[in-house]
């Protein structure tokens, strides 16, 4: 079993910032991919951004040139630096971690998630 524990969401005013983290309790080099999703009250779940094990990093366009996700395979982390933050990116964070199956296909596991309200 794969345990995420997310952490680093709180209270920001817009324009500010916040830096997520991700404590994966196995390597993370050996995912296929880490990634954070969000989720606001009464919308679906989104990919906010994604990075492959070869490095390859996917954003969701709302996000593009505000936000970074970035590993550190050494200490097993995953990070989101969220920088001009709006209300809209208000939401419960999960952080992602996929792994590919022998045969074919993918697991999920998901952390519990972390808050991150931003409102003046």
């Known amino acids: 079993q794969v345990q995420l524990v997310e952490s680093g969401g709180g209270l920001v005013q817009p324009g500010g910032f916040l830096r997520l983290s991700c404590a994966v309790s196995r390597s993370i080099s050996s995912m296929y991919s880490m990634a954070w999703y969000r989720q606001a009250p009464g919308k679906v779940r989104e990919l906010v951004a994604s990075m492959s094990s070869a490095g390859e990093v996917n954003y969701a366009e709302s996000v593009k040139g505000r936000f970074t996700i970035s590993r550190d395979n050494a200490e097993n982390t995953v990070n989101l630096q969220m920088n001009s933050l709006k209300p809209e990116d208000t939401a419960l964070y999960y952080c992602?971690?996929?792994?590919?199956?022998?045969?074919?296909?993918?697991?999920?596991?998901w952390g519990q998630g972390t808050q991150v309200t931003v409102s003046s």
């Open positions: 992602n971690a996929r792994r590919a199956l022998i045969l074919s296909g993918f697991h999920d596991y």
